[in-house]
């Protein structure tokens, strides 16, 4: 089970953190990744950590400007957002899988917390 929290409103150029909590399972087997989905648009790979490997993914559109982290004690997946765009604007959800940043390829999907960058 996924619960995904920490969305909000804030201004263009501004920082966000996203908590991803993976109650359950297995994480060491599973890459988490943060997706997201706009309005009329489909849903996107943001990023992805690999629980294991501890190695970390971006699409090209968030480099250099999301960090992904975790939190083992908590069982928690961070993603933290800086230099937010009003293009940012989207219901970011975490999602377990293998590696890959096909929607459709994710095994487990928490719900979706709300993001939105005024301009």
């Known amino acids: 089970q996924l619960q995904a929290s920490g969305g909000g409103l804030v201004q263009a150029g501004g920082s966000l953190r996203l908590s991803c909590v993976a109650a359950?399972?297995?994480?060491?087997?599973?890459?988490l990744n943060w997706f997201r989905q706009a309005p009329g648009k489909e849903r996107e790979f943001v990023a992805g950590?690999?629980?294991?490997?501890?190695?970390?993914y971006y699409a090209d559109s968030v480099q250099g400007r999301f960090f992904v982290s975790r939190d083992n004690a908590k069982n928690t997946m961070l993603l933290q957002m800086n230099s937010l765009k009003p293009e940012d604007t989207a219901v970011y959800y975490c999602?377990?899988?293998?590696?890959?940043?096909?929607?459709?390829?994710?095994?487990?999907w928490g719900k979706g917390t709300q993001v939105t960058v005024s301009s």
């Open positions: 950590l690999n629980w294991r490997r501890e190695s970390t």
């Open positions: 999602a377990a899988g293998p590696l890959s940043q096909r929607a459709a390829m994710m095994d487990y």
């Open positions: 359950g399972g297995t994480l060491s087997i599973y890459v």
